[in-house]
């Protein structure tokens, strides 16, 4: 490997499960391969991560019943190092993190619920300045008694907070008070009960987003309006073929560098389904699905470079990445990386 060169990323991972933590590795920017630098379980069951602007400070969520979010410091030669302790984030079962407005923004499962971290000088994480409760609940008997906050991202514009809510088959949309370190909520958009969205991906020209749910493998189509802070529901797909009977869990959706592809993670059927975009962004049609080249694919991340697909494959515990053809978007297997009770995968 040409070290030079080299890419990072970082695997999350389930300490409860067998996992290491966060481990930190280097891309081959020609194989696509995975090599360790180190790892670290200073921190609960990192379920999912989120770097800084500029890479320097890495952070994790503690997917707890206590529920935290912490902060490392990425040297770059080996394991990230923590910055002090784990924040409590109000808020049980955090999923999903993001950075805005200066702050860490935690998505909480649990107590469906979404949370604001200011951040110290340094990066670290400080106690909560804002919690927004979520309300509600679906017609599902067991997943969907109440809120469940899964995601939370901020849109291309950076005014606006998505948190994508699996048990009240929702979106809701705030802004973070900059000033106070509160949210404000501003609208939610409904989708179709029972459906059970889990995370959302906006297109590279920042018009559309794609809702993919976890109860139903489906796929919504929605355009945003950035100036307003509106999401609307204008379609949905099929991310399976039909006749499919193996019960299957949609986990992430990524969508590829020159809008024309999105592709999806789905558990139980343990494959990456591949969709084409037409020229307007509103039509997804299924392609094919090729297997996630393990078990539970739990996250799927795409290169800097648009050119692979790295699938976080938590009960095989292993990290696969495929090679995409640019031409059909069609996935194809390159190599594995062992990582126990993998969760996410994100570049550096």
Known sequence: MSGS??????????????????????????????????????????????????????????????????????????????????????????????????????????????????????????????????????PHPDRQRGPHAHQVVADPSGRWLLAVDLGTDSVQISSVDAASGELVPHGETALRPGSGPRHLAFHPEGSHAYVLHELEPTLTVCRWDAAAGVLEAVGETAVLPDGVETESFASE???????RFVWTANRGHDSISVLALDASREKAELVTTVPCGGRWPRDLALDPAGRRLYAANEHSGDVSWFDIDQETGIPAPAGSFAAPAASCVIFG
């Open 253 to 259: 959706v990524v969508v590829a560098l020159d809008g």
């Open 5 to 138: 060169t080299d890419g990072r990323a970082y695997i999350g991972s389930f300490t409860s499960a067998g996992g290491r933590g966060v481990i930190a590795v280097t891309v081959d920017p020609e194989t696509g391969a995975l090599t360790e630098l180190g790892a670290t379980d200073a921190v609960a069951d990192p379920s999912f991560l989120a770097l800084a602007p500029g890479g320097s400070v890495l952070y994790a969520v503690s997917e707890t019943e206590e529920g935290a979010a912490a902060a490392f410091a990425v040297t770059g030669t080996g394991a990230p190092r923590p910055l002090g302790e784990p924040v409590p984030v109000c808020g049980a079962g955090p999923t999903h993190l993001t950075l805005a407005a200066g702050h860490l923004v935690t998505a909480n499962y649990g107590s469906g619920s979404v949370t604001v971290l200011p951040l110290a000088d340094g990066g670290a994480p400080r106690p909560a300045s804002g919690v927004l409760q979520h309300e509600g609940a679906g």
